[in-house]
């Protein structure tokens, strides 16, 4: 059993910043990507950040220059900084983690930027 677990969602005004935090526990041998998507209401899911065990990074380009993604290893944790949020970046961000080949999804967290 895997769990996927996030942190950091809250409310802020447009241009400030949050930083979340997702850690992955259980009976884990290795991670392979890690990363952040999110859904808005009415909208789909979509991919903000993924991060490779290698370090390897992918943003979506919504998120480029505002958004840096980061992992910590040895804890199994991914990191998501966010600067300069936008009204349009409110939204459930959950976290996604391929342990052992299989894909785990965290429960979200909710993030609210406000104008």
């Known amino acids: 059993q895997v769990h996927v677990v996030e942190s950091g969602g809250g409310s802020v005004q447009a241009g400030g910043s949050l930083r979340l935090s997702c850690v992955a526990s259980g009976s884990i041998v290795r991670i392979n990507a890690m990363g952040w998507y999110r859904q808005a209401p009415g909208k789909q899911r979509e991919l903000v950040a993924m991060?490779?065990?290698?370090?390897?990074?992918t943003y979506a380009d919504f998120v480029k220059g505002r958004f840096t993604i980061s992992r910590d290893n040895a804890k199994n944790m991914v990191y998501l900084q966010m600067n300069s949020l936008k009204p349009e970046d409110t939204a459930a961000y959950y976290c996604?983690?391929?342990?052992?080949?299989?894909?785990?999804w965290g429960q979200g967290t909710q993030v609210t930027v406000s104008s």
């Open positions: 996604y983690s391929v342990a052992d080949g299989r894909p785990y």
């Open positions: 991060i490779t065990s290698g370090e390897s990074t």
